[in-house]
């Protein structure tokens, strides 16, 4: 009986096939034209918010991109306000130091060998001739008052007994030599000068020189301390007239210095010596240039092969000079010794 079923069916061919199938619905326009129905949007997730919306995803990833934008702007200014703060801070900080350095400066004074290299010259602060150098900064302190040299004999020997840079309140002070490191006898020139100045402060300074030279058995064979400062008068001719060491002392007014001359020829009362007069600046930025030609003593720069010249260097505001004013307060000076041959 199957089989006879099976044979009684009709067999379709495949185009009535088609034909016969129900046919999908579809939406059409007006004029009966297809049209192709949208196919629903996926899903997104990001965590556990879920989006329907790719457009509000999409509005949603906007206002991310548009958040780190201005967070990560809003970091940038914040990191250059604090650079330009730390550039600020740095350009206080280093224009305060450099106040510092220029007030130190200023208130030393530099020894130094002319023409470095040459091997002819050197300094030493110790009088054994150890720990030699062409450039000598003998630093005095930070800040310098006037003060007047009357009474300080003894701060004058004892600076002058000491080795190298002595720390002293409103001096500038040190004992150093200056030595032919040669072969052969050389003579040689020093020159004090003055590169800066301000506020006229070149007026009120004293600068003292006590210059000491040896015999080859080592004692001493001349001594001579001279105190320069700037001249305030001129004689008819324009030649400046010197001024005293200490103004306003008594005129037999004398020093350490002057003690021991005097103690030398036999002399021991105040009363016969004279007042003791300055050296004038040659000029407002050449204190001294000399080599024994014009005070014709050329022998007491001439230095013998390991020869040396003793030097004491005191320099003080004097604050009996009528030139020491309030106006030079904070005034500064630079002052240097050269030594050169010839």
Not at 57 to 78: A, C, D, M, P
């Amino acid at each position: 009986m199957a089989k006879k079923d099976n044979v009684d069916k009709e067999v379709l061919s495949p185009q009535e096939q088609m034909k016969s199938r129900p046919a999908p619905d579809a939406p059409v326009d007006n004029k009966g034209t297809l049209i192709r129905k949208e196919k629903p949007k996926k899903m997104k997730a990001r965590g556990k918010n879920m989006v329907e919306n790719t457009d509000e995803l999409s509005g949603k990833y906007e206002y991310v991109i548009k958040h780190k934008k201005v967070e990560k702007e809003t970091k940038n200014r914040r990191f250059i306000r604090i650079l330009l703060i730390f550039l600020l801070s740095l350009l206080i900080l280093g224009g305060g130091l450099w106040g510092v350095t220029a007030f130190i400066e200023y208130n030393n004074f530099r020894v130094v060998v002319d023409r470095p290299g040459q091997n002819i010259f050197a300094i030493s602060p110790a009088r054994s001739l150890q720990n030699t150098t062409e450039i000598y900064n003998i630093d005095g302190p930070r800040y310098m008052d006037n003060i007047t040299l009357m009474g300080m004999e003894d701060v004058i020997l004892e600076i002058e007994d000491s080795d190298g840079a002595t720390s002293r309140d409103n001096l500038i002070a040190a004992t150093f030599y200056l030595t032919n490191i040669t072969d052969d006898s050389r003579r040689y020139r020093e020159v004090v000068d003055i590169s800066e100045t301000s506020q006229g402060l070149e007026e009120a300074i004293r600068i003292m020189l006590i210059k000491s030279t040896y015999n080859a058995d080592g004692t001493v064979k001349k001594r001579v301390c001279n105190v320069y400062a700037a001249p305030h008068s001129f004689d008819e001719f324009g030649v400046p007239i010197p001024e005293a060491v200490v103004p306003l002392a008594t005129p037999s007014y004398y020093t350490g210095d002057e003690l021991r001359q005097l103690e030398g020829l036999g002399l021991s009362d105040s009363e016969d010596s004279e007042e003791w007069m300055s050296i004038p600046f040659l000029s407002s930025t050449l204190v001294l240039d000399q080599n024994g030609d014009s005070e014709g003593t050329p022998e007491d720069y001439i230095i013998p092969p390991g020869g040396k010249v003793k030097y004491t260097l005191l320099i003080w505001l004097e604050g009996n000079d009528k030139d020491c004013i309030d106006d030079k307060l904070g005034g500064r000076m630079k002052l240097s010794l050269t030594f050169s041959e010839g």
